[in-house]
């Protein structure tokens, strides 16, 4: 079977310097919040050119603190709206709900599957004050725009970076178009850990004092609780490990693309619709997103042939279980993409063969 992710291949490759990493750890006796943590934060703030990184235990975290620091401070109040893409995983809803805060779904072009100002404009009320932009499957939105609506409308801009590490648009990195932005490094990511991981970036002092408060109780200062605030840490080891994968994220981008400009070049099948790249560099391929009408025939076809697949996402969250309130929505585009999309093998130590035997694996689909 031709695996979606090797995921261990891909932690393979970094073996040797993974381990001296456990060892450094193991031997400090120092194992929340220390030398690995500030390191890691100062190389990822670089890594975006943002002014702070703060590391927390996951991405769902990273988005929820965001907003509850924004609540802390006073920008946010219980009731306000979010605009956020109809077609997110359902984390990015999540984050909303868990501060009492309104989501309100924005249909993103199904081209890019991304949010766009266009649409985002028609959804603002008087209530509105947060834009979550979701750069999904690893490219990023028209941030540009985006952020210009944003300033016009005096609203605040959370990026969800949980795909998007090291995607572009005008040299600037993501995590540094919004006020903040929240990141994942669960292992599948394109920088994971061994294990759960996130971090926030943000060039806001107040909200980054704010934040390191929020994740460690609420605590400034030990044993002094300014908030009643959350444990949400990022370990030494997990800190240790994604500075060992960091230095590698753009070579790993690059052969993502390879792999990506394969399948745009070679992929030829009516019945199939490619992904649409607004810019290289604003694309880091988390996920290489096909369309497909017949898709269950179409995984069927692959899974035949030995290729695995698998579907980001098959339920958008207005019809999950969980969100039984906004069921009754008419969001015709999300409901589409969630019906049709599916993701083919892509990752970092694919090979151009296995592109190829993906791509004529598709070519050669019919009904
Ligand atoms: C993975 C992901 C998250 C959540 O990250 P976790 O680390 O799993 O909590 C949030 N948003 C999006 C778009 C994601 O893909």
């Known amino acids: 079977m031709l695996p979606f992710l090797d995921l261990k291949g891909i932690n393979q490759q970094y073996k040797q310097e993974l381990m001296q990493a456990f060892e450094r750890v193991l031997d400090s ?13 100062q190389r990822f703030a670089q890594f975006c050119g943002t002014k702070h990184c703060i590391g927390v235990a996951n991405g769902l975290d990273a988005l929820i603190l965001v907003m509850r620091a924004w609540k802390e401070l006073g920008l946010l109040h219980e009731g306000d709206e979010v605009l956020v893409p109809s077609n997110t995983y359902i984390a990015s809803v999540l984050a909303i709900t868990e501060n009492d805060l309104v989501p309100v779904f924005v249909e993103p072009d199904p081209s890019t599957f991304n949010i766009t100002a266009m649409g985002i404009k028609e959804k603002i009320t008087d209530k509105t004050k947060v834009i979550l932009p979701v750069h999904l499957y690893g490219q990023l939105c028209n941030m540009a725009d985006i952020k210009e609506l944003a300033l016009k409308n005096n609203l605040l801009v959370l990026e969800d970076c949980a795909q998007a590490h090291g995607a572009m648009l005008d040299s600037i990195v993501a995590g540094n178009w919004g006020n903040a932005a929240g990141f994942s490094f669960y292992p599948g990511k394109n920088i994971g850990a061994l294990g ?6 943000t060039n806001d002092d107040r909200l980054a ?12 200062k030990k044993y002094e609780n300014l908030y009643a605030g959350v444990n949400s840490r990022l370990d030494e080891l997990q800190a240790a490990i994604l500075s060992v994968k960091l230095p590698s994220i753009e ?6 693309r390879e792999i990506a400009n394969f399948y745009l070049n070679n992929i030829k099948n009516p019945l199939i619709k490619l992904p649409r790249v607004v810019s290289e560099e ?9 369309t497909c ?13 030995n290729i695995q697949t698998l579907i980001h996402y098959p339920i958008p969250p207005h019809k999950q279980n969980a969100y039984k309130e906004y069921e009754h929505l ?9 019906r049709t999309v599916l993701s083919i093998p892509m990752g970092p130590t694919l090979t151009l063969e296995d592109a190829k035997v993906v791509t004529d ?4 689909f019919s009904l």
Request: net charge negative; glycine share 6%.
């Open 251 to 256: 070579a790993e981008i690059k052969k993502r």
């Open 196 to 201: 759960d991981a996130g971090a926030i970036t």
């Open 330 to 338: 008419s969001l015709p585009v999300a409901e589409e993409i969630h």
């Open 282 to 290: 604003m694309h880091v391929w988390h996920l290489f997103v096909i």
């Open 209 to 220: 004092e704010t934040l390191l408060a929020l994740r460690n109780y609420g605590s400034h």
């Open 293 to 305: 009408l017949q898709r269950e025939a179409l995984v069927k076809h692959l899974t035949d042939l």
């Open 361 to 364: 694996a598709i070519n050669s």
């Open 29 to 41: 006796g120092w194992y929340i919040m220390g030398k690995e943590l500030s390191t890691f934060e």
